[in-house]
């Protein structure tokens, strides 16, 4: 038996992953309502705890402190600067990710989070920002919220090993995610304007980024195909094989010289015998 989720077309692990971020309950709310409260409940981009408490109370998030949330809790620090406030940034994409809007409403708030002064234009270096920040909460954070369960496909092991796989990929990820959120952008411009950065959403499979099971997917692809690892290791054995094949011709050609010295020495001998022998004839002649 999988995990509470009917999306046939979600592997195990994404299935585990997105039941327990669906315990945060962000899915319940529309990205409007949690732009909106994250920036009426926040000073200078940070959230104290007495506005984290507004925050959850008017979401109605689940991120009380009790024993059986201490997971959600932990998971909730993580994004506490070293003064113990929250980023408003990160928790605005933690928030925008997991809740209910059109793509284009989705793409629109996450692009804010980068245009500082509403220019609807930032430059491409902030793109990189954004998708830095989506890959690290879909990536570093939200599978530490998988809770083991034993009516469920997937144990803690099972999720920290695919949580594993898809961080050694993450870096890998980061530059082709970026081009493809930079879509329609000429490589000459230094910004992005917000209606060429919507446009790119209007694609389907683009549209599916905007999730944190569209970003592990995406992560995930960047790992070689088989046919590509099989080619690689035919190239490495390859390689491997010439400096034997070297070797074996290296020793073949000693062993060639060694005979040769052999019948060189041999056939001088010979005839070093028959001068001598020709000379005991001669001298014997002559007495």
């Not at 309950?25 to 529309?30: I, L």
Request: charged letters at 30%; hydrophobic letters at 35%.
């Amino acid at each position: 038996m999988g995990c509470a989720d009917s999306r046939s077309e979600l592997t195990p692990e994404e299935q585990c992953l997105v039941n327990a971020e669906n315990i945060l309950q962000y899915n319940k709310c529309s990205s409007q309502m949690v732009d909106y409260c994250h920036r009426k409940y926040s000073s200078n981009n940070e959230i104290n705890a007495e506005q984290w408490r507004d925050i959850v109370s008017t979401l109605n998030l689940k991120a009380d402190n009790t024993a059986q949330n201490k997971k959600v809790v932990e998971f909730f620090n993580l994004f506490k600067g070293p003064e113990g406030k929250f980023h408003m940034r990160h928790l605005l994409v933690l928030g925008i990710m997991l809740s209910q809007s059109n793509s284009k409403e989705k793409a629109k708030l996450l692009f804010q989070t980068r245009d500082h002064i509403n220019a609807k234009a930032i430059a491409k270096v902030e793109i990189f920002g954004l998708v830095e920040d989506m890959i690290e909460i879909s990536v570093n954070r939200l599978p530490r919220l998988f809770n083991e369960n034993p009516h469920f496909q997937m144990t803690e092991d099972d999720i920290k090993k695919y949580a594993l796989s898809l961080i050694q990929l993450k870096d890998k990820a980061k530059p082709p995610l970026a081009n493809r959120f930079i879509g329609l952008t000429k490589t000459s411009d230094e910004n992005v304007s917000l209606a060429n950065f919507l446009k790119t959403f209007e694609d389907i499979e683009t549209a599916k980024l905007l999730t944190p099971t569209g970003i592990r997917s995406f992560v995930l692809k960047q790992k070689p195909s088989a046919a590509t690892s099989s080619k690689f290791a035919g190239l490495l054995a390859q390689k491997k094989a010439e400096p034997i094949k070297d070797k074996v011709e290296v020793e073949e050609k000693k062993e060639g010289e060694k005979n040769h010295e052999k019948k060189h020495k041999k056939s001088s001998s010979s005839s070093s015998s028959s001068d001598e022998e020709k000379k005991k004839k001669k001298h014997e002649g002559h007495k």
